[in-house]
């Protein structure tokens, strides 16, 4: 049998391309647009990822000019098993031939999102299978669908989500929702999985050293906010343009420390608004958050908002 998800999108292929309530920006990006960026994080860069100062042997790969197979992968984003065709994420990165000092892939992806994958462990790589998708297949009689996926909006058909996630040209194909930086009591609550669109860049880097740029102060009551940091934010947030850009930036323009405060801040952490869905607010209700959880990590937006980060020294 096929899965519910299947019904609700053959229509949208039907007619030939994403509905007509998407974006702009999102209707019009050519659906045979398949190039990923690639490239080492730069020793001592500081900034962000679309600064050319911090690539080094940057190369586009073209999704195309590589040996795409067809296979049945299992789509954490589709909650069903769909026929791809495409690529291994790790063959790409093989191609590329990363160098031994690297260990971790910051996956970009075009929406903002940062997802890290430690990319040299075997085990996890089994696990999550990230399959880089060029076309799909929703049904065993209809034809391979070259650059277009369906969207991905909110589990409730009623709703009429303002922020649909929107595939052009490739889609990461992951198998499951964990995250291994997430711990396992909070996956069921976050998966950064779920929230990325196609992906656009890939950057490799020491995972030390990277996360060695946001240890800014010793305190550990700070210190326990930078690990908060890495296990709920750094998915979708960045500090000082470094990281992701898929919500708003820790620090610049505006320190959130200083916008949000005390009790303020726990309850933006740990419940949703009332319109988030009207509002396209996709951030999860963090419920496993403490107001102890809370204070920890504002100690650490404010340590990040009055220090500069580390250079990056892998």
């Given at each position: 049998?096929?899965?519910?998800?299947?019904?609700?999108?053959?229509?949208?292929?039907?007619?030939?391309?994403?509905?007509?309530?998407?974006?702009?920006?999102?209707?019009?990006?050519?659906?045979?647009?398949?190039?990923?960026?690639?490239?080492?994080?730069?020793?001592?860069?500081?900034?962000?990822?679309?600064?050319?100062?911090?690539?080094?042997?940057?190369?586009?790969?073209?999704?195309?000019?590589?040996?795409?197979?067809?296979?049945?992968?299992?789509?954490?984003?589709?909650?069903?098993?769909?026929?791809?065709?495409?690529?291994?994420?790790?063959?790409?990165?093989?191609?590329?031939?990363?160098?031994?000092?690297?260990?971790?892939?910051?996956?970009?992806?075009?929406?903002?999102?940062?997802?890290?994958?430690?990319?040299?462990?075997?085990?996890?790589?089994?696990?999550?299978?990230?399959?880089?998708?060029?076309?799909?297949?929703?049904?065993?009689?209809?034809?391979?669908?070259?650059?277009?996926?369906?969207?991905?909006?909110?589990?409730?058909?009623?709703?009429?989500?303002?922020?649909?996630?929107?595939?052009?040209?490739?889609?990461?194909?992951?198998a499951e929702r964990a995250h291994p930086d997430v711990p396992p009591a909070n996956r069921?609550?976050?998966?950064?999985?779920?929230?990325?669109?196609?992906?656009?860049?890939?950057?490799?880097?020491?995972?030390?050293?990277?996360?060695?740029?946001?240890?800014?102060?010793?305190?550990?009551?700070?210190?326990?906010?930078?690990?908060?940091?890495?296990?709920?934010?750094?998915?979708?947030?960045?500090?000082?343009?470094?990281?992701?850009?898929?919500?708003?930036?820790?620090?610049?323009?505006?320190?959130?420390?200083?916008?949000?405060?005390?009790?303020?801040?726990?309850?933006?952490?740990?419940?949703?608004?009332?319109?988030?869905?009207?509002?396209?607010?996709?951030?999860?209700?963090?419920?496993?958050?403490?107001?102890?959880?809370?204070?920890?990590?504002?100690?650490?937006?404010?340590?990040?908002?009055?220090?500069?980060?580390?250079?990056?020294?892998?």
């Amino acid at each position: 049998m096929s899965p519910p998800f299947l019904s609700s999108v053959l229509a949208l292929f039907a007619i030939g391309g994403p509905a007509a309530g998407a974006p702009p920006s999102q209707r019009s990006a050519p659906p045979d647009r398949a190039t990923i960026e690639i490239w080492v994080r730069r020793p001592n860069a500081t900034g962000g990822a679309d600064s050319a100062a911090v690539r080094e042997r940057a190369q586009q790969i073209a999704l195309d000019d590589l040996p795409l197979t067809d296979t049945q992968r299992s789509d954490v984003q589709y909650s069903g098993t769909f026929t791809y065709r495409g690529i291994e994420l790790a063959e790409i990165i093989d191609k590329f031939r990363p160098p031994a000092s690297t260990d971790l892939a910051l996956l970009h992806f075009a929406n903002g999102m940062q997802i890290p994958l430690a990319f040299r462990d075997a085990e996890l790589m089994g696990r999550l299978s990230p399959f880089v998708a060029r076309g799909m297949r929703l049904a065993p009689k209809r034809p391979m669908q070259i650059g277009r996926f369906p969207k991905v909006g909110r589990p409730d058909p009623k709703i009429v989500d303002p922020r649909p996630i929107i595939f052009a040209g490739n889609k990461l194909v992951i198998a499951e929702r964990a995250h291994p930086d997430v711990p396992p009591a909070n996956r069921d609550v976050l998966s950064p999985w779920t929230l990325a669109d196609s992906l656009s860049g890939i950057e490799l880097v020491s995972r030390a050293a990277y996360y060695a740029q946001f240890d800014v102060d010793a305190d550990p009551a700070v210190k326990d906010g930078e690990r908060l940091f890495t296990q709920s934010c750094q998915f979708c947030h960045g500090v000082r343009q470094t990281g992701a850009a898929f919500g708003w930036d820790f620090v610049e323009p505006t320190p959130i420390a200083e916008y949000r405060q005390g009790s303020n801040f726990f309850l933006h952490v740990r419940y949703k608004p009332l319109d988030a869905v009207s509002r396209g607010l996709r951030m999860p209700a963090l419920s496993y958050m403490s107001e102890d959880d809370a204070r920890s990590l504002w100690r650490w937006l404010k340590a990040v908002a009055d220090r500069p980060l580390r250079p990056y020294r892998p």
